[in-house]
């Protein structure tokens, strides 16, 4: 396909629970996103992403799937979902839903009649072993190997009954599917097929770099300190990933054009990328990659690093060069499992919030690929304060908290204060629509508290002040719908050794933009070789006062275009 659309979309990632409250209950549902789809469509986006919606025990928040073809009561109903699917195609949106199927929940059907015993006609439909050889099932150390499961402890799970063990990579309520059996992968397409049918306009896929997995299950190294082995090596872009992911391709979406799909992958590089997303190939059309917000953190996920943007533009630049000619990049700051971007990169001080939280939409937003914004982003919505590991709700907290504390002998307020910067809760606070004691999100109690600043931070002030952040995302992606240097430029980083400016050029045919946004708090002037030319070009967009001679204010953007 020529051009598709998605390449000049910008897609809202709702997270349902957390984004509007219609019965009370202190939970997001269905009913609170349809009254709030023309702040969405407002903003101009083209697709909405909505987090799981189907039933679910909740142990990750929906993560953990009970049975796809249904919405989980907290959410509403079928008949609620068509409404809500008929509301965004009224609005001219597309719905893109979340596709979870690297696991299920362990109240799965499924995995209840594979735990039903080692004869089970499901058995192998998920990854069951023996304990380790020599060593009696079910005690310290038995386990099948050593890996450690991302939400803290063995990624193994003893079942008495049988003896035997089940992987779980996520938590012990989110069993791996065995994508090497092929009913798997038969049942996973019926159901895609089944949503498709009923409307929706593609898929938001899961770790889908983990459905293929080294069937030797090894034993993964041990990082100093810890009590696991680090498998990822052994389940994240394993030797047949390429493969299920073409067979998708064929089985769903073929004949299916239009459709969107999106694979989230932890582990991709940008050589995978290519290869995932090279559209020849059939696999999916790009893919959501991990290394720019890995930019402040080291092997071990839970030290601290402050920024370097040297690194996030080497990163983002490889990114860029590699998917210039194949491929397609997606392009996030936020998402539910990511601290918010205006407290991590920006700064959320009353002075600079507004003006560095566009700075960061900006600069992302011109960049070659599809961006994505993660709801609340487009309000600047901050980071919570959390005082205590009792505000926390999250599973990945709540297990590293455990784990660390109780098990590593790490403090418990050095691990706190890596939850504030870190924690996936961060992301997930209610939307903040109004200043009204919940911020309009329910009319009960919250199930994660909101964040106090709802009193300044709201979409109902946002949407009356022309200079609110909604606004300057807004006028974001009319430039990327109306001129296609922001779609199809080239990409050329300038000055990659700044650790203070982000400054880059796209061109296309006969026009050039530049932009160059300032991360620091102080001005600093743009040391570029045709800086006076750029000076007198159209200043088409920026969040403060118009520079002279390329001199920014502290997170100052400034997009600048001009034609040959
Ligand atoms: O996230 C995958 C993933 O890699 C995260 O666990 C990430 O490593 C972590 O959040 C960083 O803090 C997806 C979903 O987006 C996440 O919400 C789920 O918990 C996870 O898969 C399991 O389904």
Redesign the pocket.
Same mark, same amino acid.
């Given at each position: 396909m020529e051009n598709p659309w998605w390449h000049s979309g910008v897609v809202y990632q709702i997270y349902p629970r957390s984004f509007a409250d219609a019965d009370g209950d202190g939970m997001g549902d269905l009913k609170g996103i349809i009254r709030h789809l023309d702040h969405i469509a407002g903003l101009g986006v083209d697709v909405i992403w909505l987090?799981p919606i189907y039933r679910s025990p909740q142990d990750?928040?929906g993560?953990?799937i009970s049975e796809y073809q249904d919405i989980d009561p907290v959410f509403g109903t079928l008949e609620d979902f068509d409404e809500l699917l008929a509301a965004v195609h009224e609005r001219g949106m597309r719905l893109v839903m979340d596709l979870?199927v690297?696991?299920s929940s362990d109240e799965h059907a499924w995995f209840v009649e594979s735990r039903a015993g080692k004869d089970s006609p499901k058995r192998d439909w998920y990854w069951w072993r023996p304990a380790r050889a020599g060593m009696e099932p079910g005690t310290p150390g038995a386990e099948p190997n050593n890996w450690g499961s991302?939400f803290g402890g063995s990624a193994w799970e003893y079942d008495p009954a049988s003896g035997e063990y089940y992987l779980h990579i996520?938590s012990r309520k989110?069993p791996d599917l065995n994508w090497e059996n092929p009913e798997v992968r038969e049942a996973v397409y019926a159901m895609m097929n089944w949503w498709l049918d009923r409307g929706v306009d593609g898929f938001r896929m899961?770790?889908i770099d983990h459905i293929s997995k080294d069937t030797a299950l090894p034993d993964g190294a041990v990082p100093p300190g810890s009590l696991y082995g680090v498998g990822a090596p052994h389940y994240m872009n394993g030797p047949r990933n390429h493969e299920f992911l073409h067979e998708m391709h064929e089985r769903v979406f073929a004949g299916r054009d239009e459709m969107l799909t999106v694979g /989230?992958m932890?582990g991709v590089t940008v050589e995978e990328a290519i290869r995932y997303t090279d559209p020849a190939r059939g696999e999916v059309d790009m893919v959501f990659g991990?290394e720019h917000v890995f930019v402040d953190r080291g092997p071990d996920?839970w030290l601290l690093y402050p920024l370097q943007l040297t690194k996030l533009k080497a990163i983002f630049g490889r990114w860029q060069a590699g998917l210039a000619e194949v491929g397609w990049n997606s392009l996030y700051w936020n998402?539910?499992?990511?601290p918010r971007v205006v407290s991590r990169f920006g700064d959320d001080s009353p002075e600079y919030r507004v003006r560095s939280a566009k700075m960061l939409g900006a600069v992302l937003h011109l960049h070659r690929g599809t961006p994505y914004i993660y709801q609340g982003e487009e309000l600047g919505m901050t980071n919570a304060p959390f005082a205590t590991i009792a505000d926390f709700r999250d599973? /990945?907290a709540l297990g590293h908290y455990a784990q660390a504390v109780d098990h590593e002998g790490r403090s418990p307020e050095d691990v706190l204060t890596v939850l504030r910067a870190?924690g996936?809760d961060n992301a997930r606070t209610p939307m903040q629509w109004d200043s009204s004691p919940q911020a309009g999100f329910t009319t009960g109690t919250p199930w994660l508290a909101v964040n106090p600043n709802h009193t300044e931070i709201n979409a109902a002030a946002a949407v009356q002040d022309p200079d609110s952040v909604y606004h300057f995302y807004r006028r974001l992606i009319e430039l990327r719908h109306k001129d296609p240097v922001v779609v199809y430029g080239d990409f050329t980083m300038l000055l990659p050794g700044d650790e203070k400016l982000y400054a880059f050029t796209r061109r296309h045919g006969d026009a050039e933009l530049l932009v160059i946004g300032n991360f620091s708090g102080e001005r600093v002037r743009a040391e570029l070789a045709d800086a006076e030319a750029w000076a007198s070009a159209e200043l088409v967009l920026t969040n403060a006062p118009a520079p002279a001679d390329l001199e920014l204010e502290p997170w100052q953007v400034v997009i600048y275009r001009r034609s040959a």
């Open positions: 987090s990750d928040n993560y953990d979870v690297n696991h991302v996520f989110q899961d770790v /989230e932890p991990f996920p998402n539910h499992d990511q599973i /990945e870190r996936r």
